[in-house]
């Protein structure tokens, strides 16, 4: 399936109320108050939240959002409330911002809830958006796909279930989704709708004279499991380290962040200057997916830093992604014209229009992002700490030489066998120095060396983008410009070589025709960095196996794994695009909550997935 979303059109009828062709009518008759009586009363709200310490509602219609809405406001409003409140919505046609304005201006009670849903309106691109609000106590999933299809790609405990807009066909889903009792409310009174939600373990009713379905499941279900103790070692500093450790903390866990160097971002995170883009592909693949996803949630991760007074240095420059050669230059003009993404996300280029974008003559068109960048690796992760604040403790300067379990605990010892730190749970983000450790043996992470060349360059001299092919070049960054790199695996040499400078150099004369000129290779200065690769190229983010084998057809969730030992690895050269959506893929997996990515793509980057399909030789590598 390709991934394009057709956006829902805003119409009115004769008597000015607003509809979608779509959708139907797109504004509850009664407001604020019918909401309120259909779905928060309907559903026991707000007593069920009370005293909770997360309550879990799925949407499959978000409409114009006014049940998020009248929700958020009740939630806001509750001084009983539930500390959290995850709200997820799927919506197969979603307005565009500007027509969620027009009808959301019809509710003035709701404004400034509204303005704040606006303002993080994400691009109208498939998949799992999850929004964040008042200060990531309230968190809003936005699924565009079709709820039929969507549903059985959720991993969640509901509580509540606002049922409208669902087909009986998708009911079997929501006992899967279920938490013990969970309600559900739908104004569909048809005898299908009432036998089909019945076929799937709820009671239903229709509660006084209302005209509505309410329900209780009283089916088997298991509810997430909290976390005991919410305390964790992260084993590195970097930013799958720190992403990790800052989305934990969010969620009230203490971290001990461990690092053998004396500050954050030294190892394969320490460049000046990294590329920040997707990557997308005709057919959507997972690696498609997973960097849009990543990409996504990235940018609201550093809009959400910012906010809060810790932002990195980075640049929403652009990103320019040429062609190597005329093929691949058609492929990727059929990509934008088989995907039409919205032109603020991603849009083909021609040659002359590449050329003036980089301030440089190039040699083929190609892809323009123009919310991409380049991001300081180092100040993101000092900025992931610092959001942490006091629940995040620091162990710079302190090498790791093994783990141990002892009752029930893991502990940290270094090369003296001193205790550094423990924790229930060890979270492994030290990129190629995963290798030595024995339990993380069946994990096949391998050394990609990767050497960058720093050239001199003057303030806003071209290209003041970042322009890929085969390579990459960015912006001017404190007097320096990176062009590189190189990309070796199983190579485990620190030192700089003019051999792969001059690569690099000829990497960049492709880029853009005739720049390298002025720079010799013999005397440039550089950095050499190790990035653990995976051989699928897509990352390790998940519980660690506990076995070496097992049998094909064993299904995933039954490979025994390492009690409180997960691993975020295996980002290659995608370590920026992916980092931000890995620490939120893993915290909610260790603290229960609903997670931010398609169970197909969380299955894809599970660490235990090679041990039914083992690598393939050779296939390392990256671009």
Not at 266 to 276: D, P
């Amino acid at each position: 399936m390709l991934p394009t979303i057709t956006p829902a059109t805003l119409a009115f009828d004769a008597d000015g109320r607003p509809h979608s062709p779509c959708l139907g009518r797109v504004a509850h008759a009664g407001g604020l108050a019918a909401v309120q009586q259909a779905q928060l009363a309907g559903h026991g709200l707000p007593q069920r939240w009370a005293g909770r310490e997360a309550f879990t509602i799925v949407e499959p219609g978000f409409g114009a959002g006014f049940n998020f809405l009248a929700t958020w406001l009740a939630w806001q409003a509750d001084p009983a409330r539930s500390r959290r409140l995850h709200f997820i919505s799927i919506e197969k046609h979603p307005f565009r911002v500007d027509d969620l304005a027009r009808l959301q201006a019809a509710w003035p009670e709701l404004g400034a809830l509204a303005a704040e849903l606006r303002g993080q309106w994400p691009p109208l691109l498939p998949g799992i958006h999850r929004l964040s609000f008042d200060a990531g106590r309230v968190t809003l999933d936005l699924f565009f796909s079709d709820p039929v299809e969507a549903l059985p790609l959720l991993e969640a405990s509901a509580d509540a279930f606002y049922l409208d807009g669902l087909a009986p066909v998708g009911f079997a889903q929501l006992a899967r989704l279920a938490a013990p009792g969970a309600s559900l409310v739908t104004c569909s009174m048809a005898d299908e709708v009432r036998l089909g939600l019945q076929a799937a373990g709820f009671a239903v009713e229709r509660p006084g004279d209302l005209q509505l379905l309410a329900g209780r499941f009283e089916g088997d279900a298991m509810p997430p499991a909290p976390p005991a103790v919410r305390r964790a070692l992260v084993i590195g500093a970097g930013v799958a380290g720190t992403s990790v450790a800052e989305r934990l903390a969010a969620r009230g866990w203490r971290l001990t962040v461990i690092d053998e160097a004396d500050g954050p971002g030294q190892g394969a995170s320490g460049n000046k200057a990294g590329v920040f883009r997707p990557l997308p592909s005709l057919d959507d693949n997972r690696l498609a997916r997973i960097t849009r996803a990543g990409f996504l949630y990235g940018l609201r991760h550093l809009e959400r830093l910012a906010r809060a007074g810790y932002a990195p240095r980075w640049a929403p420059c652009g990103v320019l992604h040429l062609g190597r050669d005329a093929k691949q230059e058609g492929k990727m003009r059929a990509v934008v014209d088989a995907h039409q993404p919205p032109a603020d996300y991603l849009r083909f280029v021609s040659r002359e229009e590449a050329g003036l974008l980089a301030g440089w003559p190039v040699e083929a068109g190609g892809w323009w992002f123009p919310g991409g960048g380049w991001i300081q690796p180092p100040t993101l992760c000092a900025a992931n700490l610092a959001a942490g604040g006091e629940a995040i403790s620091l162990r710079f300067g302190q090498r790791l030489a093994r783990l141990e379990c002892i009752g029930g605990e893991w502990v940290a010892f270094d090369p003296a066998g001193a205790e550094i730190a423990r924790a229930p749970v060890v979270i492994l983000a030290n990129g190629v120095g995963i290798r030595a450790l024995p339990e993380a043996a069946s994990l096949p992470v391998r050394p990609a060396r990767g050497q960058v060349s720093h050239l001199p360059a003057g303030p806003a001299s071209p290209p003041r983008v970042v322009v890929c092919r085969l390579g990459y070049v960015s912006p001017e960054v404190d007097g320096l410009r990176c062009a590189g790199a190189t990309f070796i695996a199983d190579d485990e040499g620190s030192e700089l070589r003019e051999a792969e400078h001059r690569e690099n150099m000829q990497k960049l004369d492709f880029i853009l025709p005739g720049f390298a000129a002025p720079f010799d290779p013999a005397s440039l200065a550089g950095r050499v960095g190790f990035r653990p690769a995976s051989p699928d190229r897509l990352p390790m983010i998940g519980a660690v196996p506990a076995v070496a084998r097992a049998e094909r057809d064993t299904p995933l969730g039954a490979i025994p794994r390492q009690p409180g030992l997960y691993a975020v690895s295996g980002f290659g050269a995608r370590g920026l695009v992916w980092a931000s959506l890995a620490g939120e893929l893993l915290a909610s997996q260790l603290n229960g909550d609903p997670l931010p990515l398609e169970r197909d793509l969380v299955d894809a980057m599970d660490p235990a997935r090679y041990l039914l399909k083992p690598p393939r030789a050779g296939s390392a590598g990256d671009e």
